[in-house]
């Protein structure tokens, strides 16, 4: 495994809160209003965390959420990963977000939610969001100098709108634009019913992609490759990623759709998260758990009922 070569992570995920100023219903990680995890990291642990990152080497830092800008000290974190060298790229829905809060700091790219073209689709899928103020942010990210892509969430309710917000994509400036199947985790795996489009409009849309794909390149970077969520459980296994996924209670996860957790930064130093990680790929609890996903993307509904390997007997059944 290529993991192996490395003597600390090629990024840093880290989902610093999971409260959110929306409640969206695709949203992969349980958040909406007021539902914060007990145990949230404190400022005084988020920021010596941003400390131990940039002095493990780690080159790159995906910081998001919930909605990460809803932390008291989300511009003190990534200030301290940027001043530290690490470069950063921000999720963001867009709905509150101050972009000056990243001014002078090294910003590989600011991500804003575009989950419909029209104020009505927008909503439905993003309650209590307002189209216009996503946009008004992508402009803003793009009047500041910085990098903006666009991530599209394709659900029952948006994905015949899929063309238009590539076309919103291209007016406001962005680079590149992010999407794939909807993945069965959180809140959408509890509404999937309402959510889940027919393979026909997934055959459709991929298409769609691909032709767009075609038309745009050198203008537009159409991201969508591994497609859906088996084809990534089988990247996955066969080439584990040099990522870490940290929680906001500091737990570190083996991979977003398993509900396996490898490590707890609140209680050892952040480097050792490293071999935790690298170690939980010869789990064959993870093994496991990685072929039943690529099997049936269904058991992705169980990825938020998080089992610390640590604390679960070698013997035991994985948790799919």
């Known amino acids: 495994m290529r ?73 003190e974190v990534c200030a301290a990963l940027s001043q530290g060298g690490v470069w950063l790229k921000v999720e963001t829905n867009g709905q509150s977000f101050d972009v000056s809060a990243l001014r002078g700091l090294r910003v590989r790219s600011v991500q804003v939610s575009l989950d419909g073209a029209t ?62 199947r909807l993945m069965r985790l959180g809140t959408a795996a509890k509404l999937w019913q309402r959510l889940e489009p027919s393979q026909e409009r997934y055959e459709r849309f991929l298409a769609l992609l691909e032709r767009r794909e075609r038309e745009l390149a050198g203008r537009l970077e159409l991201c969508f490759r591994p497609f859906s969520l088996p084809e990534d459980a089988r990247a996955l296994r066969r080439e584990p990623p040099g990522t870490l996924l940290i929680l906001p209670d500091g737990r570190v996860k083996v991979a977003a759709p398993l509900p396996y957790t490898c490590f707890d930064v ?44 640590e604390s679960v007997a070698f013997d035991l059944p994985a948790v799919v």
Request: hydrophobic letters at 45%; aromatic letters at 8%.
């Open 266 to 309: 609140t209680k050892r130093p952040f480097l050792e998260a490293w071999d935790a990680y690298r170690k939980s790929f010869g789990d064959p609890r993870v093994l496991r758990a990685f072929e039943r996903l690529a099997a049936d993307p269904a058991s992705s509904a169980k990825a938020n009922e998080w089992v610390d390997l």
């Open 3 to 75: 993991i192996d070569s490395l003597s600390a992570p090629a990024m840093v995920a880290w989902q610093l809160t999971r409260d959110c100023n929306l409640a969206c219903l695709h949203c992969c990680t349980d958040s909406a209003p007021g539902r914060a995890l007990p145990g949230e990291l404190p400022r005084e642990r988020a920021l010596s965390l941003a400390r131990e990152i940039a002095e493990a080497g780690v080159p790159y830092a995906l910081i998001a959420g919930g909605e990460p800008s809803l932390v008291s000290h989300f511009g």
């Open 119 to 180: 104020r009505r689709v927008y909503a439905r899928q993003r309650p209590g969001g307002d189209l216009e103020k996503a946009l008004a942010c992508g402009r803003a990210v793009r009047a500041a100098g910085l990098p903006l892509e666009i991530t599209f969430a394709p659900t029952l309710l948006n994905i015949d709108e899929a063309g238009a917000v590539i076309d919103l994509a291209l007016e406001l400036g962005a680079f590149r634009f992010n999407t794939g």
